[in-house]
């Protein structure tokens, strides 16, 4: 059991259980969004480390948004006190379309640059996650 999964066990008043969202996919998907957002700030950091760095503008802005919109809806699903489904529901779906976007870009460089290609397969998992648990969350 990692720290999330201890965290949302160990609340007292479960939000998300009570609207049938399973706390396993709740966690993975927390996991997933942490995850992601560091590969996407590891990913642009190495971009500004290519020589090539002119070439890779649009893929640097791309993970540093994605990592910023992960970060945020990571922090957002993992609190449980007074959760509004809508409010969560939206922000997991719009962390799934930067994911998409970012992923996107990543695969672009990927045969040339092997940070693009694993932060473009974090992106998609998380992309995934994110639609997984969107559609688990009833209102």
């Known amino acids: 059991m990692n720290a999330i999964q201890e965290m949302l066990k160990a609340h007292p008043h479960p939000a998300v259980m009570g609207r ?3 706390m396993g996919l709740l966690s993975q998907t927390a996991s997933e969004l942490f995850d ?3 590969a996407c700030t590891a990913c642009a950091d190495a971009c500004v480390g290519e020589d090539q760095v002119q070439e890779l503008k649009r893929c640097i802005r791309m993970c540093m ?3 910023d919109i992960c ?3 990571g922090r957002l699903v993992s ?3 007074e ?3 809508r409010m969560m529901r939206s922000q997991l779906q719009a962390c799934a379309t930067a994911c998409g976007i ?3 870009e990543c695969e672009r460089h990927a045969s040339r640059h092997e ?5 473009g397969e974090s992106c998609r998992r998380c992309e995934q996650a994110c639609n997984k648990l969107a559609s688990a969350i009833t209102m």
């Open 65 to 67: 948004d994605c990592a």
């Open 102 to 104: 970012c992923a996107e």
């Open 83 to 85: 959760s509004d489904m």
């Open 71 to 73: 970060e945020a809806t």
């Open 115 to 119: 940070h693009c290609r694993i932060c």
């Open 20 to 22: 049938g969202v399973d």
């Open 36 to 38: 992601c957002a560091q």
């Open 79 to 81: 609190r449980e006190t």
